[in-house]
């Protein structure tokens, strides 16, 4: 492993974790910037799916450039990695669903639902369990305050309160990088050690002080 993760390797050896594929499903707030950490703690391969072009109002919270607006998210993005750190990313630039989600998914080391419409998630949870393949879903809710990482049989798409597909909220990068933070290290968590570890945050576990910290 290069000195690119000079940090990384001092903390851990990740060499077995570098080379397994992630696949991540959705490449907005969460995924984009779950993509570009990943690379840059070691991990080597991703495949990234969706089928979005960038946005202006995509700026504020995904790890884009004003050069970048009108061109393929995926795409985007595995150009971007490449240049970053070497990564070797597989850009998707399709629209995942029923028919075409084992393809997509197929060979995986783990599957990240990184989605905001409950249709794409509903597809990649049905799928991944059909394929036997480890699937991890993370999404932001509450009232713009709140998200969560929920693990294969924790999640259930579409009903309850562990849904989180909601996107009428005020998203903010803050909470998004909490999220993909605590999503990266459950990912390599678990490519390292095959524990699935669940996780919730929230903007209020950013403990702000006026006074010194205690």
Known sequence: MTTFFLHETIYRDLSRAADQLVTIAGTGALGAN?????????LR??????????????????????QDVG????????????????????????ELHSGNAAAL??????????????????????????LALPCLHIA??????YGCGLWDAAYTPGTGETTFDGCDYPLTRPLALLVVAAA???????????????????????????????
């Open 34 to 42: 779950l993509a570009e950490t990943l690379v840059r703690m070691g």
């Open 45 to 66: 391969r991703l495949r990234l799916i969706d089928r979005d072009r960038i946005e202006a109002h995509n700026l504020s919270t995904q790890p884009w450039t004003q």
């Open 71 to 94: 061109t393929p998210k995926a795409r985007t993005l595995a150009h971007m990695l490449y240049r970053a750190v070497g990564a070797r990313v597989e850009p998707q630039q399709v």
């Open 105 to 130: 998914l197929r060979g995986s080391a783990v599957v990240v639902d990184a989605f905001d419409n409950r249709a794409a998630r509903q597809a990649v949870a049905t799928t991944s369990a059909e």
């Open 140 to 145: 932001l809710g509450g009232q713009g305050d």
């Open 184 to 214: 990266a290290e459950v990912l390599v968590g678990y490519l390292l050690d095959g524990q699935r570890r669940g996780f919730e945050v929230t903007l209020r576990d950013l403990r702000l002080a006026t006074g010194p910290a205690t």
